[in-house]
T-cell receptor, first 116, second 113 residues
C-alpha cells in the first residue's frame, strides 16, 4: 500500500518569500491533516480536512498560511510571506475518517523548511 | 479542543531497564489514543493504539500502554528496553466527535548500550 507522499523534502527560502508544500494522502482516506513540527516540539495541528471541507483551522495563522484540498484528494499548504519562525518540518497525515478503527493517522516524510 | 501532556522531556536508560512514559490528556468526550514513535531521520510511525475494549493494549516491539479513564492517562511501558528503542515518542489523542488529532510535546528516549 502506497503511503502518504509529500514534496519537496527540503526547502530553503529567504524571509518574506513564499513557499508551497504538496501532499498526496493514502488512496481512500477522507481525513487529511497538516502539522507543523518545530525542532524539539510535538506536531502542532494547523488544519484538518474532511474530504475537501475544512473541519478545523483554528491554529492556522491565516494572515500568512493557506491550505486547500481540491477534489478531496491532494492538498497544498502555502506560506506567504515566510518568517524566520516558520522554520520547521511540515507534516502531512491522512486517515480513513471518523469512527472507531478509522482514525489512525498515517504520516508522510515531511518537508523541512528553513527560512533564512 | 483536547490538550495532551507528556511528563518527561528526555529519559536516559541503560539497556534492559524498564520504561514508563507518562501521557495525560484533557478532554471530556470519547477519545481514541495513540503512541507514535519517530526514529532518527524517519517519519512518525504508529506504536500502538486504543479505540475501545481492554484498556491494556499491546503494540509492536514489546511496547504496551494502559488507558486509565478516571485519570485521563495513557502511559507507555516496556519491561526491558533495547539500544534500538532510542527515539522520540509522542502521545496523541483523537477526539471522537470531530476526528481532531492532537499531539503531546514528545519524550526523547536515549538507551545506553
Amino acid at each position: 500500500e502506497a503511503g502518504v507522499a509529500q514534496s519537496p523534502r527540503y526547502k530553503i527560502i529567504e524571509k518574506r518569500q513564499s513557499v508551497a508544500f504538496w501532499c498526496n494522502p493514502i488512496s481512500g482516506h477522507a481525513t487529511l491533516y497538516w502539522y507543523q513540527q518545530i525542532l524539539g516540539q510535538g506536531p502542532k495541528l494547523l488544519i484538518q480536512f474532511q474530504n475537501n471541507g475544512v473541519v478545523d483551522d483554528s491554529q492556522l495563522p491565516k494572515d500568512r498560511f493557506s491550505a486547500e484540498r481540491l477534489k478531496g484528494v491532494d492538498s497544498t499548504l502555502k506560506i506567504q510571506p515566510a518568517k524566520l519562525e516558520d522554520s520547521a518540518v511540515y507534516l502531512c497525515a491522512s486517515s480513513l475518517g471518523w469512527g472507531i478503527g478509522n482514525t489512525e493517522a498515517f504520516f508522510g516524510q515531511g518537508t523541512r523548511l528553513t527560512v533564512v | 479542543a483536547q490538550s495532551v501532556s507528556q511528563h518527561n522531556h528526555h529519559v536516559i536508560l541503560s539497556e534492559a531497564a524498564s520504561l514508563e512514559l507518562g501521557c495525560n490528556y484533557s478532554y471530556g468526550g470519547t477519545v481514541n489514543l495513540f503512541w507514535y514513535v519517530q526514529y532518527p531521520g524517519q517519519h512518525l510511525q504508529l506504536l500502538l493504539k486504543y479505540f475501545s475494549g481492554d484498556p491494556l493494549v499491546k503494540g509492536i516491539k514489546g511496547f504496551e500502554a494502559e488507558f486509565i479513564k478516571s485519570k485521563f492517562s495513557f502511559n507507555l511501558r516496556k519491561p526491558s528496553v533495547q539500544w534500538s528503542d532510542t527515539a522520540e515518542y509522542f502521545c496523541a489523542v483523537n477526539a471522537y466527535n470531530n476526528n481532531d488529532m492532537r499531539f503531546g510535546a514528545g519524550t526523547r528516549l536515549t538507551v545506553k548500550p
